[in-house]
């Protein structure tokens, strides 16, 4: 079975400044997709970034990019430039692009709480 | 606009009641999903359906039921013999057809279910 591990419970960072938070996984999967969701106090789920197995590199959406190590099985979420807007719980989530009943499955990291001081 | 709409956002039960947790998505995705929240346990999967009229179970899926008779709609009943119900609750969709999906869920804003 997959498993996502995410080993800080909680970071800060000072505003402007950048911090890194980490996320491993467990798989034999050759294909799959791997993501970054942030959950504000609303707790509403919304998706930060997302990357595909199969490309080498490293996606980026504005002020966040990843660090993906496909052999150590890595994935850390690099914020810049944070904002108190960023403050929030930050999941990393697996999804297999294999087909059959497994195909869309999530398996989502215990999350990190990031906070944000001014 | 298109979304994913929970109702109720909170909700309280006593213990022996079961309750239906409402989850309809007007987005047109094939697949939906129900995951648990609690504390420290990031989100588990409960059931999930990638067509009507079928589903699957997920990890933690005891004590829980669904159904999936129409496309845009997939409800959970959270019977009695869920022995700790007290959690929050996350519906979810994707689009679930290769070529197409980018891997992504879309989630509502979810409900938190309280026992009494």
């Known amino acids: 079975a997959q498993t996502v591990t995410q080993s800080q419970p909680e970071m800060s960072v000072q505003e402007a400044e950048t911090v890194t938070l980490s996320c491993t996984y467990d798989t034999s999967e050759s294909d799959y997709y791997l993501f970054w969701y942030k959950q504000p106090p609303s707790r509403q789920m919304i998706l930060v970034i997302r990357?595909?197995?199969?490309?080498?590199q490293n996606a980026t959406e504005n002020r966040f990019s990843v660090n993906f190590q496909k052999a150590a099985k890595s994935f850390s979420l690099k914020i810049s430039d944070s904002q108190l807007g960023d403050a929030a719980m930050y999941f990393c989530a697996y999804r297999p692009n294999a087909g059959g009943t497994s195909y869309g499955k999530l398996t989502f990291g215990q999350g990190t709480i990031l906070t944000v001081h001014p | 606009d298109g979304g994913i709409t929970q109702s109720p956002k909170y909700l309280f039960r006593k213990e022996g009641q079961n309750v239906t947790l409402s989850c309809e998505q007007n987005l047109n995705h094939d697949a939906m999903y129900w995951y648990r929240q609690d504390p420290g346990q990031g989100l588990r999967l409960i059931y999930y359906?990638?067509?009507?009229?079928?589903?699957q179970k997920g990890d933690i899926a005891e004590g829980y039921s669904v159904s999936r008779e129409k496309k845009e709609s997939f409800p959970l009943t959270v019977t009695s013999a869920q022995k700790n119900p007290t959690a929050f609750y996350l519906c979810a969709s994707s689009i679930a057809t290769s070529g197409t999906d980018k891997g992504e869920l879309f989630f509502g804003e979810g409900s938190r279910l309280t026992v009494l």
């Open positions: 990357q595909e197995a199969y490309k080498q």
């Open positions: 359906s990638q067509i009507v009229n079928d589903f």
